[in-house]
């Protein structure tokens, strides 16, 4: 007699979380029309793609992952895709939620330079202490290349890391003591006209 009970338990969680999911807007949307520079009727479209994609309302690492190859078929996108889900996942849960999702697109599609930078700081920065070091960039740098794959130019090995990490620090850690902190990160790159092209051209991309 327990079975049929036992199942209904199971699909009446499932339907809970479903509920909770659908009802889980009207609200959410007005609070996020005020935290991003989304308008109503943007955040319902993302939210319906997003639903689509995760009907669960969260995305885990490997969902995220799995988007990421599905984008750069060429090369092994794991890591990377890693890094950016951990600058997603604000509150380091291992989730991103809609909002969390919203909000980190916000910054890069519609914010000022300053809080684009602010993101690609929180990127490089893996451990969260508040500065870059050789490592943490050399483990983006791998990442990159890595998912770039055969379209790397020039191509990948372990001299061309070393050496591209070398030159890049070298540039930004401005005081010489082995860290890069985000004044230094700020302003090496305001100053440099290549980042700021690359920065302007994520309004156009996403």
Wanted: net charge negative; hydrophobic share 35%.
């Amino acid at each position: 007699m327990d079975m049929p009970g036992g199942d209904f338990g199971g699909e009446q969680e499932s339907e809970e979380v479903e509920l909770q999911v659908v009802r889980y807007k009207p609200e959410g949307i007005d609070a996020l029309v005020k935290a991003t520079k989304f308008t109503k009727k943007e955040i319902q479209l993302m939210y319906r793609g997003f639903k689509q994609e995760c009907p669960t309302g969260i995305v885990n690492r490997e969902t995220f992952k799995n988007i990421y190859a599905q984008f750069f078929p060429q090369g092994d996108s794991a890591a990377y895709a890693q890094l950016v889900f951990n600058t997603f996942d604000q509150d380091k849960n291992g989730t991103i939620s809609f909002e969390e999702f919203v909000i980190g697109l916000s910054v890069l599609s519609r914010g000022s330079l300053q809080e684009k930078l602010e993101w690609v700081f929180s990127l490089y920065d893996v451990n969260g202490d508040g500065v870059i070091t050789k490592q943490e960039l050399a483990e983006i740098v791998t990442a990159v290349y890595e998912m770039m794959g055969k379209h790397t130019d020039p191509p990948l090995d372990e001299n061309t890391t070393r050496l591209h990490v070398d030159r890049v620090f070298q540039r930004m850690d401005l005081n010489n003591d082995g860290v890069i902190t985000i004044e230094e990160f700020m302003d090496s790159c305001k100053n440099d006209a290549r980042v700021k092209h690359s920065m302007a051209v994520l309004d156009t991309v996403l």
